[in-house]
């Protein structure tokens, strides 16, 4: 009798299909990671502009004022998690892809993670209260790309703390932080939970509960027949484990709760999503009288920042421009807690530069032309004769003057230099770079409020 070839079993090419959902899930992730890598080690020329796609950032800019790129892009991501889930958190979110390596390594099944719902509303609606009335401090302190930022960015207090505090929930629960803390997540899961295409339990499910081991978020409940899309983060670690092809995206089941069920539960989670947010406005009230203390320290910021406190209100301190200035003078703020300001004893702001205003994510540092940064007021250089060694000491110099980029500092004919013109300084501390007296005679100080010089005044 003749054998007949072997054909492949039905449905063996779509199982096929599905088991690539997580290698192609890990691949992209890992080149996001890598490329987040580059961008905060300051290497890969334009590709720190990448991570203007993080979603915290950029309803912070569109907050911050109307920015067209960063609406686009928070609606982007919002649109195609109401499509498919939260894609974002898997693929896109550095801190995310950071918190499944830690765990992957850590060789630790996953286990039940309790459904903290009121918990995450709570916070979210804390945060982003707060963050809609001006202060950005605690979505500054959970938001997972600045939490990244401060990781990859410096070894301070502000980046071993989280750190540290990431090792261990990632260890312990997986994703316990995106499904019960992170705002970010809290606000996507909403819109997933009531998405287009969701994942879910066919009958094909046999109660195996490879899925649950499997699953970082704990959102998978076997025995229920139910998964949780607003708590999955799509690792899609489920899809490629299941054998059975009982786990597949598909349009949601017309399942109705009873309406007394869904009524208390919709007015319970409102409620304390509510109270959340008014939380956050009173917290928001007070908290502005901290950035008039940041305000009064009087720090040198970075061009484009305009003034303390509508700096402060901004920057997330996930130090991207610190990675990426080219002259290493801007710092993060003494562990790491608070906005990052400019340290002109490091060296000088380059004049043929603008980087930090191209890499800020949350519009912080406002986006400057090299034009308009040559022209941007940031401090303003002092010049003391006592200390200069052409007044001390009768020595030919002349170095201030031939640094500055303005025109600010000129010599007299007996080569002493004359007082600074205000009206001309852009405060780049260039003349204190090269000054080599002991005591600098040339030093720069911080005003009050960046202005553009000859244009429109402050910024």
């Not at 950071?98 to 993670?113: E, N, P, Y």
């Not at 109705?256 to 109270?275: C, E, H, S, W």
């Not at 490091?346 to 400057?368: E, H, M």
């Not at 031939?402 to 600074?420: E, K, S, W």
């Amino acid at each position: 009798m003749e054998e007949r070839p072997e054909t492949n079993r039905p449905g063996e090419s779509k199982m096929k299909r599905q088991s690539l959902w997580k290698p192609l899930r890990i691949a992209a992730a890992a080149f996001f990671l890598l490329g987040c890598g580059a961008a905060f080690a300051g290497i890969g020329g334009g590709i720190a502009e990448m991570l203007h796609v993080q979603f915290g950032p950029a309803l912070m800019r569109c907050l911050a004022a109307f920015s067209a790129g960063a609406l686009a892009t928070a609606l982007g991501i919002a649109a195609f998690t109401f499509l498919f889930g939260r894609f974002y958190c898997a693929v896109l979110c550095p801190f995310g892809i950071l918190q499944d390596a830690i765990g992957f390594l850590s060789r630790r099944k996953g286990t039940a993670v309790p459904n903290f719902r009121r918990t995450r509303y709570a916070v979210a609606g804390t945060a982003f209260g707060m963050l809609a009335f001006g202060w950005t401090a605690l979505f500054l302190l959970l938001d997972p790309y600045s939490n990244f930022g401060r990781i990859a960015g410096s070894f301070t207090a502000g980046s071993v703390i989280p750190l540290i505090v990431i090792v261990i929930l990632a260890v312990w629960k997986k994703r316990i932080y995106y499904t019960a803390i992170c705002p970010v997540g809290t606000l996507l899961g909403l819109i997933a939970k009531h998405g287009v295409f969701r994942l879910r339990l066919t009958d094909r499910c046999v109660k195996c509960g490879m899925c649950v081991k499997v699953c970082p978020a704990g959102c998978i409940d076997p025995h229920n027949g139910t998964l949780d899309n607003e708590r999955c983060v799509r690792c899609m670690n489920c899809v490629s484990a299941c054998r059975l092809q009982a786990v597949k995206f598909a349009l949601p089941e017309r399942k109705t709760p009873p309406v007394d069920q869904a009524r208390r539960a919709f007015l319970i989670n409102g409620g304390v999503l509510v109270a959340g947010v008014a939380a956050g406005m009173v917290l928001a009230k007070t908290g502005m009288g901290k950035l008039a203390e940041y305000a009064k320290r009087f720090l040198i910021l970075p061009p484009g920042a305009g003034d303390a406190e509508r700096f402060a209100a901004r920057c997330t301190a996930c130090q991207l421009c610190t990675a990426n200035c080219p002259a290493k003078i801007i710092v993060p703020a003494p562990g790491g807690d608070g906005p990052v300001s400019l340290d002109l004893s490091r060296g000088a702001c380059r004049f043929d530069c603008n980087r930090c205003s191209q890499v800020c994510p949350t519009g912080a540092i406002r986006s400057l032309t090299l034009a308009a940064k040559r022209k941007t007021k940031i401090a303003e250089a002092k010049f003391n004769p006592r200390s200069c060694i052409v007044f001390q000491d009768g020595e030919k110099c002349g170095k201030c003057a031939a640094a500055c980029p303005t025109g600010a500092i000129t010599l007299r004919a007996n080569g002493t230099p004359r007082p600074v013109n205000a009206a001309l300084c852009i405060g780049c501390g260039a003349c204190q770079a090269v000054c080599p007296a002991p005591g600098k005679a040339m030093t720069v100080h911080e005003i009050e409020r960046q202005i553009v010089l000859n244009g429109k005044g402050a910024i």
